[in-house]
């Protein structure tokens, strides 16, 4: 039997981290529009408006060119940050893709570029990266998987120390209805645990466990998530310091799509939801043109 390819590194316990953080719009007022041209270009928009009244806010353009295995995107924030980012896929060989993402802060004289490799093919998915800026330092990571099995690792080397700055492992199981993995990160002190459980087609559920060496106790967090029908689901999450956190989603029509966010902190129910910082409640908007 064939392997396929497995997730990327930053990909593993994809499953559980979707389902205990996104669809949850409690930090405020957000709004995303995306376009789409006869040429091929699609232009983005997306801002966030928190309870201090700021906003901030993204203009992306992208073009891409399957044939020529070409994708270009450029971005414009409020912050007056430029990011570009060039990727060529499958040019000097089949499964590798090269990337060059630039950004430039004119008010500030920041810039910076990264350039970026990875390589794909059925059992191994392996990246390598080096920031020009900053040391330089390479990073470079692999995850390798064997009948459902995964194995992965990153690290990360500053060329003016001289020295290893950053190691993680992680070794995980997937299948078509669950997936649990564990991570060892920040140089081997802080290991989490995540499982992810699609109890059926309407229903998924997971969990998180987090072990910080250098504090005390476990930090952990479960959530579910139900279709109420084809284009709605509720979602529920709470973790063991008692802040709950409730989402909604409706899909109003094809692009249209709307989420309600509410976080609450169980161990103060009676504070107004202004006068807690653990109370938070959004909204966020989608239209995919």
Not at 99 to 112: H, Q, R, V, W
């Amino acid at each position: 039997m064939s392997q396929a390819v497995p997730p990327a590194w930053r990909d593993l316990g994809k499953s559980s981290a979707d389902l205990l953080n996104r669809d949850y719009p409690i930090s405020g007022t957000a709004l995303e529009i995306k376009t789409k041209t006869a040429s091929g270009v699609t232009f983005r928009v997306a801002g966030v408006k928190t309870g201090e009244n700021v906003i901030t806010a993204d203009l992306e353009g992208k073009f891409s060119d399957a044939k020529k295995g070409l994708t270009l995107t450029q971005v414009w924030s409020t912050a007056n940050v430029l990011r570009t980012q060039v990727e060529l896929e499958n040019h000097l060989a089949k499964g590798l893709k090269l990337d060059l993402a630039t950004t430039l802060n004119p008010e500030k004289n920041a810039k910076g570029a990264v350039v970026t490799a990875v390589f794909k093919t059925p059992g191994v998915h392996a990246k390598a990266t080096v920031d020009l800026f900053k040391g330089p330092t390479f990073t470079a990571d692999a995850v390798a998987s064997r009948d459902g099995f995964l194995v992965g690792g990153e690290a990360s080397y500053d060329q003016l120390s001289g020295a290893i700055t950053r190691y993680a492992a992680a070794v995980g199981y997937t299948a078509p209805e669950y997936a649990a993995t564990v991570h060892a990160l920040g140089n081997l002190s802080l290991f989490s645990a995540s499982y992810y459980h699609r109890v059926n087609p309407e229903t998924e559920a997971g969990a998180k466990a987090v072990y910080n060496t250098k504090a005390s106790g476990v930090n952990l967090e479960v959530g579910v998530k139900t279709y109420l029908d084809p284009s709605s689901f509720v979602k529920a999450k709470i973790n063991n310091f008692g802040l709950l956190a409730l989402g909604y989603t409706q899909a109003l029509r094809p692009g249209v799509k709307a989420s309600f966010g509410l976080a609450l902190d169980t161990q103060r129910l009676s504070a107004p939801v202004a006068g807690s910082p653990g109370h938070k409640v959004g909204v966020s908007f989608n239209f995919d043109a």
